[in-house]
């Protein structure tokens, strides 16, 4: 099972800050990947970050490029999306997802996937 946690309120105005976390429970996080995609009103799911069960292994969509950060913390089974410089186009719904051992870079590489929780980026 995935849970998803949102830290912050569902309306941030542009430039800034909210934190994503995702907590599993069921399984350990120490050999899965962990993936976090977005998806905007009327449009498809689409990739936003994600991090190996080897730590080093980080990759970030373009679009949100050294403004997001993934990490992870596998004493917890937590991951985190910290979003910063926050924009009205990363207005979506954003999911937490789960897969073994590498990056996926698309959601039916994804096993387990977290409820959803809406972020509005609005002034």
């Known amino acids: 099972q995935v849970q998803l946690v949102k830290s912050g309120g569902d309306l941030v105005q542009p430039g800034g800050s909210l934190r994503l976390s995702c907590v599993v429970s069921g399984f350990s996080l120490d050999y899965y990947a962990m993936g976090w995609f977005r998806q905007p009103p009327g449009k498809e799911r689409e990739f936003v970050a994600a991090?190996?069960?080897?730590?080093?292994?980080?990759d970030y969509a373009d679009s949100v490029k050294d403004r997001f950060t993934i990490s992870r913390d596998n004493r917890k089974d937590t991951v985190y999306l910290q979003m910063n410089n926050l924009q009205p186009e990363d207005t979506a719904v954003y999911y937490c997802a789960a897969r073994p051992r590498d990056i996926g870079y698309y959601p039916w590489q994804y096993n387990y996937w977290g409820q959803g929780t809406q972020v509005t980026v609005s002034s």
């Open positions: 991090i190996g069960w080897l730590e080093r292994n980080v």
